[in-house]
C-alpha cells in the first residue's frame, strides 16, 4: 500500500502564488511518474501536470507558463509550484503517483480557491 499526504492548499488572491507538496509513503517500489490533476465542482478530474523518473514533465496548456511541477526522489515528494493563479484555477487538486507494479494511487485531495 501507499500513501498519499497532500498540502500546501488555501485561499488565495488573484495573481498570487501556492506551492503544494504530496508526499509518498508506504510500500513504494518502483514510481513511474507523479502528477497533479483537479477537479472544479461540477466538472471532470483533469491532469494539470505530470513528471516522470526520468523529470520528463507534461502540462496542461492552461497552466503552461504559470504552474512548475518538480520532485524530489529521495523523499518521494512532488511539488507544483503556482504562480499568477486566476479564479479559474479554483479546485480541489488531487496528487496521483503511478507505480510499475501496482497500479495507480490518488491523495485525498487538498483544495484551492483563487478569489478576491
Known amino acids: 500500500q501507499v500513501q498519499l499526504v497532500e498540502s500546501g492548499g488555501g485561499l488565495v488572491q488573484p495573481g498570487g502564488s501556492l506551492r503544494l507538496s504530496c508526499e509518498a509513503s508506504?510500500?513504494?517500489?518502483?514510481?513511474?511518474?507523479m502528477g497533479w490533476y483537479r477537479q472544479a465542482p461540477g466538472k471532470q478530474r483533469d491532469l494539470v501536470a505530470s513528471?516522470?523518473?526520468?523529470?520528463?514533465?507534461n502540462y496542461a496548456d492552461s497552466v503552461k507558463g504559470r504552474f512548475t511541477i518538480s520532485r524530489d526522489s529521495a523523499k518521494n515528494t512532488v511539488y507544483l509550484q503556482m504562480n499568477s493563479l486566476q479564479p479559474e484555477d479554483t479546485a480541489v487538486y488531487y496528487c496521483?503517483?503511478?507505480?510499475?507494479?501496482?497500479?495507480?494511487?490518488w491523495g485525498q485531495g487538498t483544495q484551492v480557491t483563487v478569489s478576491s
Open positions: 496521483k503517483v503511478s507505480t510499475v507494479f501496482y497500479g495507480d494511487y
Open positions: 508506504g510500500s513504494i517500489v518502483r514510481i513511474r511518474a
Open positions: 513528471i516522470t523518473g526520468g523529470s520528463s514533465s
